[in-house]
């Protein structure tokens, strides 16, 4: 069965532990600002994870110069073959969603590749707001999840 | 598909590939600095030589070939670290190291075929340019070439038209990022970016005031099509920051 990132905005609440799994599954130095996934804080407890929605027209794509931007038939992601980048950041300009990241640290282009088929941010994520399910169970609506219970104190 | 031996080892090789990449499926480690696997092969640096073998030759004959431009056949037998390559490539090492002593890159690599020092005269002001051309190669690459090598033989280097401001030149710093011993200076941040003598001004995004690409850039490759152009006008954390606001209008969130 063909999985999905299924990303759940109404079960998020912000604790940012995806942005750190990421950041670790990713670099050595574990900085959430170099993550692959984003959490745009709106509130209190409120966020809206932004990740890479591997587009089957991707813009990144179509800008990239040097084809270092390809489709991976087994995981579904656009994958990024380092060897082929030139760090031109075409990429990061054209991505429509702002899911390419510039990492000043690397050098170089940092994008989702879904860990290669098991995301390593879903099993940090305490609330199911971001999991990997079967295509066929995406499209149903996330239980509503009750804050008042997972409030300390 | 083409099967062949490399050291020994039983390799079968994509249609069409070369050597290199025949050898690195493998697991056969090919010392290079001029290749890019996102530009045409070149066999500048002469560092990926091989001894080469293949049928219908004297048994007892081989041929040094550059294993990044040469393509893969049936039957192909592949010595990449025969007595001949280690000796060539020391020379070429050797060379190199001669030519940029001060290069972080070619000391290392240097050293790890097991040579110290340069056994020529080192050049008397040197600078790090090795003249793999991967910079000419990957501006041609995009259809720029604002900058080409220059002169011949111990005056070639790597330059704009005249020595001057190129006027083709897009500030994409590719060919800063792609150079191997990071010898090409530029200076950038979110307002302005110098390279290779000109100035460029950055594509700034209107709410955070972050860019990472340049005005002229922006331009060039909005002309080559493929995406809208107004997909370059906000920063990734703008987008991103839409793209929140958007769940919300959506109505998928209270």
Redesign the interface.
Known sequence: MKMIYKVSVERCIACGKCELACAFAHGTEGKPAVSRINITRRGPELGTPVICYQCDTAACVAICPTQALVRNEKTGAVDMDRGRCISCRMCVAACPFGNMLWDETYHCVQKCDLCGGDPQCVPFCPTGAIAWVPADMAAIPPEVLDREELAVG | MPTLSIDGKKVVAAEGSTILEAARTAGVDIPTLCH????EPWGGCRLCIVDLWQPGWDEDWFKLVTSCNHPTADGMRIFTKSERVVETRGVVLDLLLARCPDAPLIQQMAADHGIEETSYAPREEPDDCILCALCTR?CD??DITAISTVNRGAGKEVAPPFHEAPPDCIG???CA??CPTDCIPYETSNVRRSIWGKEFEM?RDPATGQA??TKA??EF?AGRG??PGT??DT??????????KK??SLQ??E
């Open positions: 890019h696997d996102g530009l990957v690459h995009l994409c710093l590719a990022e792609v594509l990472v690409i850039q922006a490759f493929g995406v997909y370059f920063s990734d954390t703008s987008k991103r920051r839409e793209m929140a769940f919300v998928i969130l």
